[in-house]
T-cell receptor, first 113, second 108 residues
Framework: NAGVTQTPKFQVLKTGQSMTLQCAQD?????MYWYRQDPGMGLRLIYY???????DKGEVPNGYNVSRLNKREFSLRLESAAPSQTSVYFC????????????FGDGTRLSIL | GQQVMQIPQYQHVQEGEDFTTYCNSS?????IQWYKQRPGGHPVFLIQ?????EVKKQKRLTFQFGEAKKNSSLHITATQTTDVGTYFC????????FGTGTRLKVLA
């Protein structure tokens, strides 16, 4: 059972470079989420998608864009990476109505030099 | 905006001692979830509470949802080394806001 799959697992970027983090779920969930977790901190919501075709900003959306490509896939793009975006990024999915347990991927550890 | 705070931030206990973490929201919650994250891992869902005053148990873990649905607690009886990790609460309606987490260290 794959659950939520994130790629890549690790990435090092230089300031100003762009990249896309990929996330796919095989549980037929409507809702998907992107979080960032900084060392010793909780999870902060970047963007979420309540259903296919919709996306909304979370707590910390600046510097990021998202695409809900289809029901399975939800990608996160950094257009011009900054050192402040060094973090661990988690993707999650859940049933939408009612809002159910979130299933997380293994995370992407991103370092920006 | 909605804020969810947890106390304490850190807790070190001797193996066999009890442990409690508290979650407090600035607004009334429709429901609350609890997650555990092991060091280097991802959050794993533990339980969801929906009703005012609800109490649920999972073996040594007891979860409570406050009467006013603005606070919750997780109590672990007789901690074991396998309980090590960070415990998060998360509350919300159409999206969840995570609490700041409580990092538990169990000393053998």
């Amino acid at each position: 059972n794959a659950g939520v799959t994130q790629t890549p697992k690790f990435q090092v970027l230089k300031t100003g470079q762009s990249m896309t983090l990929q996330c796919a779920q095989d549980m037929n969930h409507n809702s998907m989420y992107w979080y960032r977790q900084d060392p010793g901190m909780g999870l902060r919501l970047i963007y979420y998608s309540a259903s296919e075709g919709t996306t909304d900003k979370g707590e910390v959306p600046n510097g990021y864009n998202v695409s809900r490509l289809n029901k399975r896939e939800f990608s996160l793009r950094l257009e011009s990476a900054a050192p402040s975006q060094t973090s661990v990024y988690f993707c999650a999915s859940s049933e939408a109505n009612p809002l159910g347990p979130q299933h997380f991927g293994d995370g992407t550890r991103l370092s920006i030099l | 905006g909605q804020q969810v705070m947890q106390i304490p931030q850190y807790q070190h206990v001797q193996e066999g001692e009890d442990f409690t973490t508290y979650c407090n929201s600035s607004t009334t919650l429709s429901n609350i979830q609890w997650y555990k994250q092991r060091p280097g891992g991802h959050p794993v869902f533990l339980i969801q509470l929906v009703k005012s005053g609800e109490v649920k148990k999972q073996k040594r873990l007891t979860f409570q949802f406050g009467e006013a649905k603005k606070n919750s607690s997780l109590h672990i009886t007789a901690t074991q080394t396998t309980d090590v990790g960070t415990y998060f609460c998360a509350g919300g309606d159409y999206k969840y806001i995570f609490g700041t987490g409580t990092r538990l260290k169990v000393l053998a």
